[in-house]
């Protein structure tokens, strides 16, 4: 069964910084693309950035500079270091596990809040 876990979620002020993790088990990294997810409320849940197997970044234009998604194949662990939060970014945060063909998603964490005041 596969699981992923994030945490690292937290309340921080507007220009901080914070560095989410996911832990995934069942499943290996390298096997897999990997991406974060944000839902805020009353809003559709976006896609904030994907990591390839192959390394491969993408990021939603909202946050291009600002954030920086890496992995730890060792680790089974995906993180996303987010720098110059705002308002905007306040959401819950996701962790996705999809299919290497366009990354569909296939497992999804339970979440972590991310509230910038």
């Known amino acids: 069964q596969v699981q992923l876990v994030e945490s690292g979620g937290g309340s921080v002020q507007a220009g901080g910084s914070l560095r989410l993790s996911c832990t995934m088990s069942?499943?290996?990294?390298?096997?897999?693309?990997m991406g974060w997810f944000r839902q805020a409320p009353g809003k559709e849940r976006e896609g904030v950035a994907v990591?390839?197997?192959?390394?491969?970044?993408t990021y939603a234009e909202s946050v291009e500079g600002r954030f920086t998604i890496s992995q730890d194949n060792a680790e089974n662990t995906l993180y996303l270091q987010m720098n110059s939060l705002n308002i905007e970014d306040t959401a819950m945060y996701y962790c996705?596990?999809?299919?290497?063909?366009?990354?569909?998603?296939?497992?999804w964490g339970q979440g972590t809040q991310v509230t910038v005041s």
């Open positions: 996705m596990a999809g299919g290497l063909t366009g990354c569909p998603p296939q497992h």
């Open positions: 069942g499943l290996s990294l390298v096997s897999v693309c």
């Open positions: 990591i390839g197997s192959d390394g491969n970044t």
